[in-house]
């Protein structure tokens, strides 16, 4: 699902700064009877049109493009000296060594690839203007959502994950569902099981857009890192929700930029292709993946990247025995080539298959 248009944001006001060259202190002394004034030193100044980007709902793993326009409004020139994203899932084009004429305007495009978890997002793309001490911030911002947008409530707060963390009464609750396109949809289980839905009945009702289901961590054996829900609507097949709780915390050697992997709604024999990016490996070289649960075969498919963000691709196929859902872990394998030993680290797949 495409992410809703870009919500206009107000403009700034204009960043000023004296320029730098400037003299950093006066003459001492007094000045020569025919000594010209000093001419008052040139201010720089920028403003940005849109320099906080609200992107409303964004689909997971979607890319969103936005374009910046920083224009000069001083009297000087303003040389681009840096454009540095906050985080490596935004790129942006080199710029180094632009010059702003005063009066012009510069475009600085910046591409966001949204990670796979929900919840809040924000990058900031800070550009370094010679001229100009302040550093400009470019901010997107918004909320990683499936089509259905599953959310708890924690003192009044409707957020994406279910907080038995710092409460631990909330294994029990409810979690409220919405499509954000506002189609009708039906709820289909809730971790495996038959859903309990409050003030509907299936067999009865029309399907809605939005319902509140309830959960109750307690009658499985143990408490488990996500809460999955789901649905029949075609972009939000499954629904997790991470759940925060004392036995849950998770803790990958590698630097798993996700703790989870989502093959969504599968049938028996069928190959479903997966990824995960790892970061900072340094020398570390991949070299395998396999499964932790004998029901379903695991085979690495490739790797691109470098050493500070690699992409591993490997495909998942459930056998018979798999039917029903499941969260089972795949263990990715990375070689130290000096010490020769192997580092690892689980990724949790999350799959419901069908017969």
């Given at each position: ?16 700064a ?7 202190t006066?003459?001492?002394g007094?000045?020569p009877?025919t000594?010209?004034?000093?001419t008052?030193?040139?201010a720089?100044?920028?403003?940005v049109d849109?320099?906080n ?6 689909t ?6 936005h374009t910046?326009?920083?224009t ?9 000296m ?6 490596t899932c935004t790129?942006?084009i ?14 600085v495009?910046a ?6 978890s929900t919840?809040?997002k924000q ?5 370094v ?5 302040k ?9 990683i959502a499936?089509p ?8 009044g707060?409707d957020?994406p994950?279910?907080?038995?963390d710092?409460?631990p009464?909330r ?16 709820v289909r ?6 859903p309990?839905?409050e ?6 009702d029309?399907?809605?857009?939005e ?8 009658r ?5 890192p996500?809460?999955v829900i ?6 939000a097949?499954?629904?997790?929700l991470r759940?925060?709780h004392?036995?849950?915390?998770i ?6 930029a996700?703790f989870?992997?989502?093959?969504g709604?599968v ?6 292709g997966l990824?995960?990016e790892?970061?900072n490996l340094?020398?570390?070289q ?9 029901r379903?075969?695991?085979t690495?498919?490739?790797?691109s990247?470098?050493s500070?963000?690699?992409n ?9 025995q798999a039917?029903?859902f499941?969260i089972f872990p795949?263990?990715?394998?990375a070689?130290?080539p ?7 680290s689980d ?9």
């Amino acid at each position: 699902m495409a992410a809703p248009p870009l919500a206009a944001a107000q403009t700034p006001a204009p960043i000023t700064a004296v320029a730098t060259d400037a003299p950093a202190t006066a003459p001492q002394g007094p000045a020569p009877a025919t000594a010209p004034q000093a001419t008052p030193p040139t201010a720089g100044a920028v403003t940005v049109d849109q320099a906080n980007v609200d992107l409303g709902f964004i689909t997971p793993r979607s890319t969103i493009n936005h374009t910046f326009r920083i224009t000069n409004t001083g009297g000087i020139p303003l040389k681009v000296m840096a454009v540095k994203p906050s985080c490596t899932c935004t790129t942006t084009i080199n710029l180094d060594g632009k010059v702003i004429a005063p009066g012009a305007t510069l475009e600085v495009p910046a591409s966001m690839r949204a990670p796979a978890s929900t919840g809040q997002k924000q990058v900031v793309v800070n550009v370094v203007l010679q001229g100009l001490p302040k550093v400009v911030e470019l901010r997107m911002a918004g909320e990683i959502a499936f089509p259905v947008r599953a959310t708890t409530s924690v003192q009044g707060k409707d957020v994406p994950y279910v907080d038995a963390d710092s409460d631990p009464s909330r294994v029990r609750g409810t979690v409220k569902l919405k499509s954000t396109d506002g189609k009708p949809f039906l709820v289909r289980a809730v971790q495996g099981q038959p859903p309990t839905v409050e003030a509907f009945d299936p067999a009865k009702d029309a399907p809605r857009a939005e319902y509140t289901v309830a959960y109750d961590l307690t009658r499985l054996p143990k408490v488990p890192p996500y809460l999955v829900i789901e649905t029949d609507h075609p972009g939000a097949r499954l629904i997790d929700l991470r759940v925060r709780h004392a036995t849950t915390h998770i803790k990958p050697v590698l630097s798993l930029a996700e703790f989870r992997a989502s093959a969504g709604c599968v049938t028996v024999g069928a190959v479903v292709g997966l990824d995960i990016e790892i970061k900072n490996l340094g020398m570390l070289q991949v070299t395998g993946v396999r499964s932790g649960d004998p029901r379903f075969t695991v085979t690495m498919m490739g790797q691109s990247g470098d050493s500070k963000l690699r992409n591993v691709a490997f495909s998942i196929v459930a056998s018979p025995q798999a039917a029903g859902f499941s969260i089972f872990p795949v263990t990715i394998t990375a070689l130290d080539p000096v010490s020769k030993r192997n580092v690892e680290s689980d990724l949790l797949v999350l799959v419901q298959v069908d017969p």
